[in-house]
Every structure is written in C-alpha cells, then in structure tokens.
C-alpha cells in the first residue's frame, strides 16, 4: 500500500470521525437555544435547568469535534500539498469568511454559555447561546462550500503562469458562493444535523421514561427533540432530492455507482435492493422526468449522448486530451520561444477542462468502488426514514399522551441513537467515496493531490490518530453514559 | 487596489495573527503552572479554569493563523505543512489533546486520569511554544525543499514542493538558531501565563507563587531572544530583488530594521512593553502587567514578521535551492481573492470588538477559591 492509500484513508478516518461530533452540536444547539429561550419566555427555572442539560451533554461532544477539527483542516497541508497549492486561491475566500465571521463567534460565545450563567444577564447568556449554534453553521456553510467546489468545480480559471486554479472575478466569486451542490450539500449537512440532534434527545428522553425517572423533564424534552428532529427530516429528504440531481448533472459516475446502474438509458429503473426495482424512478429522481436519459457506468466510459444532444467524450478520450493538456503546460512552462508557447497556450486551453484525466492510468480509474457506495445509499436512505417514522410517532405519542403505552417507541427511539450516527456516515460515504478518484471533480485525482511523503511517514500518523481518536469516542461515550445515567440533577454537582 | 499592496496587507494580517496567536499562549505558559508542587489542588483548578475560559481563543487563533496562510499565501501551506510535516504533526497532536483535556479530566470516566490530562496540558504548554518558535525559526535559517511547478505536468512525480530530507521538518531541531527563539518563546509565554493567572485569579498564594516564576523567567528568556537577535542581525539574510532572484545577503535582517525605521520602532516600542509587563509583574504590587506585556509581544512579533516578509526578503527561504524560497511575490493567491478577501477582513474590528465585550463581561468578577468551590458550570 503506498502513499497514496494512507493519505486517503488517513483523511477519511479523521473526517468520518469528525462527523461523528459535528451533527450533535449542530442539532443539539438548536435544541438548548429554543429550550432557554423558553426559559425566558416564561420565566421557569424548568427549562434553565432542561436547558443546562443538554448544554451539558453539548460541551462533552463539542470538544472532540474541535480536536478532529482541527486535525481535517491541517491534514490539507500535511497529506495533500499539491491540492492545497492548487485550490488555495479557491478557497482564499471562503476559508477567510469562515475564520473571521464563524470561528471567533463560536469559540467565544462557547465560553460565555458554558461558563456565564451566573456571569452576564440573561438576554446576553440567551443571545451567546444562540450565537455559538449560529457560528457552527455559518462554520459549515463556509467549509461545503469549498467540499461543493470540489464536487462541481464552478468559477475557476485554470492559470499556467502560477498552475493552479484560480478565481478571476466577483461573478466568479458569486458562482462559488452559490454553487447549487454546495447549498444542497449545506442544508443536507445542516438538517442532518438536527435529525441526529433531535432524535438524540429523542432517544435519552425515552430511556428516562422506560427506567420512570424525570418524566416531565424527559416528555418536554422529547416533544422539543421529536420537532427539531422532524424539521430536519423534511428538510433533508428536500434536500436529498436536490442532491441526486445535481450528481446526474455534474457527478453522473457517482450516481451510477449510487445506483450499481452499469446500462444505463432513459426512463431509467430506481434498485430499491437487487432485484427489487420501481420503473422510471431513477429517472424521475435524477431527471425529474419520467422518460430522462440517465447515464451508467458502461455509458459514461464509453461515451454517450444525452437528452440534449450533447455528445460527452469516452474516458479514453478525455484521457488522451488531458494527457495533450499536460504536455501542453510542460512546454508552455519550459519553453522560451514565443510562438511554441503561445501554441503551448492554446492547446493547453483547447484541453485544459479534462486536464486532470491526463494523471489516470487507465479508463477503469475513474470507477468508484460500486459496491461501498450502492450500499451505503441504501442504508442512508433506509436508516434515515426509519428515524423520521419514530420522530413522526414519537410527536404523536407525546400529543396524545401514549408514550406509557407505547413502550416499543421509546425502545426504537434508543435504537435510533447509534442508528442516526451511521445514516450520517453512510450519507458522506456516499458523497466522497462516490467521487473517487477526484479530490476535485475532473481537474486533480487523489494520485496528484498528495504530498512528498513516505507511505511509512503517513502510516504511522495515520495509526497514532487512530488510536488517540478512537480513546477520545471512548471517553466521551463513557462521560456522556455517565452524565445521562445520572439525569438533569448533575448539572449541580 | 493594487497586487503588490494586497499582498503586502495579507502579510500584514499573517503578522498580526501570529503576534496575537504568541500573546494568547499565555494559556499554554499558565498551565505549566499545573505542574507548581506548592499549589493545592483547589489553586490548581483555578488556574485550569482561568486558562479554561481562553483556551477556545488561542486554539482559533491557531486555527485562523493556518487558515489565512492557507488563504494567503498557499504556496507556504502547501509546502511547509507537507515538507516540514512531523513538526506540524507533533504540534497538532499537543493541541488535539488540549482541546479534549478541559471537558475530561475531572471527569472520572476518563480513562487516563486527572494526571495523564494535566501532563497532556503541560506537554502543549511546553511544546506549542517551542514548536511555533522554532518554526518562525526557520523563517531566518531556512529549509530543506525545492519548488517546481512544472512538476504537476510530470506523471511520474507531480508533487511540486519537496522536501530535502526523509527528517520532514525535525531537522529544525538541530538548526540552533532557531531553537533559540523556540526557547524564547517557551520562556515569554511562561511570563506571559504567570502574569495572566495574576490578573485573573484572587489568591494570594498564587499570587506569590507566579510572581516568582516571573522572575524566575526573566534571565533564561532574555540570554534566549537576545542570543537570537544578535545571531540574527549580524548573520546573512535571503534578499529578494525586483525580479525575483534570491541571493544572500549579510546583514539582511539589520538592514531591513534600518531601512524600515517604522518596523525598528514597532520592535523596541514592543520590547520595553514587554519589559515594562515584566518589571510589573516581578517587582511592583500591580496585576497589571499582562496588558503592556501582551501588546508588547503582539507588537515585538508584527515586527518579527515584517522583517522576514518585507523590504524584498524571502521569508520561507531553501537552503537546498535559494530560487524555491518563498517571497510574498511569488507565494501568494491571485490578486483577485486577496482582494475578496481584503473586503472580509475590514470585519476584522467588529470580531476583536464583541472578543473584549465578552472577555470583559466574563472576567469582571476575578475567579475565587469560593467561586470554583461552589460553581456547577467549571472544569
């Protein structure tokens, strides 16, 4: 195994780790905000002392995720310096958003939630507890926007003289900063987040009831959970939808393997699993027409036409026109006489859009592992309606007041817990592995984007952060078993 | 706008964050105190939770200072983090287990236990200092590496900036210039931690406590950066002319402070800050000394960082290929993106000002023993 394969499995096991922390701030935020802000509402130290729950809960998960944060940010540098020099001007921009408008705002209003109840009024503890969910996710906006251009590299120029690709304009800018795969990836990632959040507090309010302890403490929660939980289902499943439209449109390998669609053709069917299959339904979802021509992985290899006439190049193809840009930009960097290099300049920017297939071996290269990606689509999919249906019935248990019937609910709700935290995996599996092998989607393959290390180097970093965090999950699920096992009177201790 | 003064502004803002980032470390020299045998456990929480209440600062200080290089000046991103990658490494490992050690180590379900999270935060205390220091070390000495763009077209080895050597950066340690500022700085931040906890703590034992450790500081801190300095000014520099070409030059760093008297004045305004800070702290009754102690620092690394950047000076420069060494020139993002980003940064202000409102309101009320014996919400 080379450098190549532990830089990447370094990467994906510090950000699969990462989102292991990321979606319960996200939702647990929401969640402690409405619960304080009902706190100052009606004036009952009822929903302070909810409120300081969960907030207690949030710090214990909060600090992992900086610790993986800062790792993900960093390993850019370390692991993957040709990328970092490539898309560094790309990124400029946003990365300088994200620290100046969400970092500060998070770190510091952190401090005064945690620490400040009896420090600052209560409008300031109240506004600094809404404040650090709102830098969380003003944080994430800023960080999909750069994961969204990698997927779908809009407003960039390809410049030889400094090679790299860069920003040129404010419509460049603007293009960037709306990049439809980056807000649907934003509000995918954003209301995933309140799903896993929501049925977090879902599931620990149902294990008070199942054990009789703090029941109105727990059916006040949950009905306050089962809500910001169901908002965020609806939100992800729309979402969703537009995420599988643009991977037709911009990643239609991605969807291919999504899909284990090796043929593909117009009013495509939707696997539900193999052999199970919904006629037209894939064409619908990637199309949002019956009839549209959806591409497989055979199709897009080979080269095909689609609905619009457009005739899209076979991977051999674009191979050989990469390959012609590469050696394009090798003359055009060496070469000293005028008219080579302004024909080095042209032929560069005749082929430059398929620069990065010049870097692939093989055709068979640009094929994710189909059979990793196919499966985890369905889980996600699977996994995630089931919790919106125990959301959905757990809103209905606590209006009608059934949940002391309904002792099958709050197990399922429990079960949901760990089952939301592998939804939220599956779903990045499905984005990043379905890339494979782009860090950034046509222009770099993961080949090109490392750094000048030895396999042995990132080997070892790779098992030292391993074992620190899989020590530091450890810990915190025991403090966080602990801190439910002893209830809300643990905020005094 | 033009390019030459946006990246002038960005190396600029990369100055002010890292004298920031020095001043915030006063978290890391504080905890070192967790390691002060005359303290009892209650006084040791104090401390834990006066630098407990700042830490978040300092690590996104850290994390913002990497990100505008990123941002900035991608060319040293890229090659310094992935060249020099097991001082980067080492660094992230301390302050991984910083992040993690506040929220856990009073927590008995740990699995390391009180002692092995305090010896994580003394650990961090003393290696981010001396890490960070060596590092900007290195920014006088230079590098191991080489920088080929072309490199990208090469299939058979794309990888533009390489490293010299399989060390990837421990080599720094044996470059004793630059350890000597790494020391330094463990020193100053040691200072700067004693005199913080003597601001934001009610104690008259600690008081005393660090008050000692000021003094105790002061001579190895001053042999440090005053070994450095000397070695700095009278050695050779890496010059950078009009078009582009590197060359060394002796006196370099000397002629930039002379030839930039602003930066020269921003120095010695910053060091008898820092002086003045000291003093406060070792001899006098004040608990004050923090303040022109931190501006000092702040001050005394902007100029630092002027002189590496500046006055046509390679500030990341290739001992291995003096042409790879990197200038704000020839490092940087396009003109349009530092411009973008120039927009952003008038924020800048507005950040720093909510940062003192709430440092303000949070630390009105000094941390007591009363106070961490009877709060539910502490570390």
């Known amino acids: ?493 | 706008m033009s390019y030459i003064f946006l990246q002038n502004y960005w190396w600029f803002l990369i100055a002010l964050l890292g004298g920031l980032l020095v001043f915030l470390m006063f978290v890391q020299g504080a905890n070192l105190q967790l390691g002060n045998r005359t303290f009892s456990d209650l006084q040791k929480r104090m401390v834990l939770n006066s630098t407990g209440r700042k830490w978040e600062l300092t690590f996104t200080t850290l994390v913002t200072f990497g990100g505008a290089f990123f941002a900035s000046f991608p060319l040293f991103y890229s090659t310094s983090f992935g060249g020099a990658y097991w001082v980067w490494v080492l660094l992230l490992l301390s302050f991984v287990f910083q992040a993690v050690a506040y929220e856990f180590q009073n927590k008995k379900e740990n699995l390391i236990g009180v002692k092995g999270f305090r010896t994580a935060l003394m650990v961090n205390g003393f290696l981010a200092p001396f890490l960070v220091g060596t590092a900007v070390g290195t920014f006088f000495t230079g590098s191991d590496f080489t920088v080929n763009k072309v490199a990208i077209a090469d299939p058979a080895s794309p990888v533009i900036s390489t490293w010299g050597n399989s060390w990837h950066g421990l080599e720094a340690l044996g470059q004793f210039h630059a350890v000597l500022l790494g020391c330094a700085l463990v020193f100053l931040t040691c200072i700067l931690g004693a005199l913080y906890i003597l601001n934001n703590i009610d104690d008259t034992q600690i008081h005393s406590q660090v008050r000692r450790t000021v003094k105790l500081c002061i001579v190895p801190f001053l042999a440090f950066f005053l070994c450095w300095l000397v070695i700095l000014l009278v050695g050779v520099g890496y010059a950078v002319d009009e078009a582009g070409v590197v060359s060394l030059e002796k006196y370099k760093y000397l002629h930039n402070f002379l030839q930039m008297p602003a930066v020269l004045i921003l120095f010695l305004v910053g060091v008898v800050l820092v002086l003045w800070g000291i003093f406060q702290g070792a001899f006098t009754q004040s608990r004050g000394g923090i303040w022109p102690a931190g501006i000092g620092t702040v001050l005394v690394v902007m100029a630092v960082f002027f002189i590496a950047g500046y006055n046509g000076t390679a500030y990341y420069p290739s001992c291995t290929d003096l042409q790879s060494s990197l200038t704000i020139r020839n490092s940087s993002s396009s003109q349009f993106t530092l411009q973008v980003m120039f927009w952003v940064s008038l924020l800048i202000p507005f950040v720093l000002a909510y940062i003192v409102y709430a440092w303000h309101q949070m630390d009105k009320k000094k941390i007591t023993p009363d106070e961490i014996s009877g709060t539910p919400h502490k570390y």
Not at chain 1, 125 to 143: D, E, N, P
Request: proline content about 4%.
């Open chain 1, 1 to 493: 195994m080379d450098v190549i394969f532990w830089s990447r499995i370094q990467f994906a096991m510090t950000a699969a780790y990462h989102w292991l922390f990321v979606p319960l701030t996200l939702g647990l935020a929401l969640v402690m905000a409405i619960m304080e802000t009902l706190y100052l509402i009606k004036k009952d130290d009822f929903w302070k002392k909810t409120a300081q729950f969960w907030m207690k809960l949030f710090a214990i998960n909060f600090a992992v995720g900086i610790a993986t944060g800062i790792i993900l940010e960093f390993e850019f540098g370390t692991n993957w310096s040709n990328y970092s020099w490539f898309v560094g001007d790309m990124f400029g921009a946003p990365l300088a958003i994200e620290g100046i408008l969400a970092f500060f705002m998070e770190a510091t209003f952190f401090a005064v939630m945690f620490f400040g109840w009896d420090k600052v009024g209560k409008r300031f503890h109240l506004v600094s507890t809404w404040l650090t969910g709102i830098g969380a996710t003003i944080s994430a906006y800023w960080i999909l926007v750069a994961n969204g251009w990698m997927q779908n590299p809009v407003g960039t120029t390809f410049n030889p003289e400094t090679v790299r690709s860069e920003m040129a304009s404010a419509s460049a800018f603007w293009e960037v900063i709306t990049n439809p795969v980056a807000v649907s990836k934003f509000f995918h990632a954003i209301t995933s987040g309140w799903v896993t959040g929501g049925i977090f507090v879902v599931g620990v309010s149902a294990w008070y009831l199942l054990r009789n302890r703090h029941s109105e403490f727990a059916k006040k929660s949950m009905l306050i959970g089962a809500i910001v939980g169901l908002v965020g289902s609806g939100a992800v499943m729309l979402s969703g939808d537009s995420s599988g439209v643009h991977a037709a449109e911009f990643q239609p390998m991605k969807l291919a393997a999504a899909e284990g669609l090796q043929d593909g053709g117009n009013g495509a069917a939707f696997t539900i699993v193999p052999g199970i299959k919904v006629p037209k339904m894939l064409s619908i979802l990637a199309t949002h027409n019956p009839d549209g021509f959806v591409p497989g992985i055979n199709d897009i290899l080979n080269g095909y036409t689609d609905d619009e006439g457009n005739v899209v190049p076979s991977v051999a193809e674009k191979m050989a026109m990469g390959r012609e840009a590469l050696v394009a930009l090798s003359i055009y960097r060496t070469t000293d006489d005028p008219s080579e290099k302004a024909e080095a300049r042209y032929a560069l920017e005749e082929n430059v859009q398929y620069m990065g297939y010049g870097h692939l071996e093989k055709a068979e290269d640009v094929v994710p592992p189909v059979g990793v990606v196919f499966w985890s689509f369905r889980l996600m999919i699977g996994l995630g309606m089931l919790i919106a249906l125990v959301l959905l019935l757990a809103l209905i248990a606590v209006w009608k007041d059934k949940l002391g019937a309904w002792k099958w609910l709050l197990w399922a709700a429990v079960i949901c817990i760990p089952l939301a935290y592998i939804t939220g995996q599956c779903g990045w599996i499905v984005a990043e592995v379905g890339r494979q092998p782009w860090t950034i989607q046509g222009l770099l393959p993961v080949n090109v984007a490392i750094s000048s290390l030895s396999a042995g180097a990132v080997k070892t970093t790779f098992f030292i952060f391993l074992a620190i965090f899989t020590l530091f999950l450890a810990i915190e699920i025991r403090i966080m078993v602990s801190a439910i096992k002893k209830g809300p009177e643990t905020i005094k201790e």
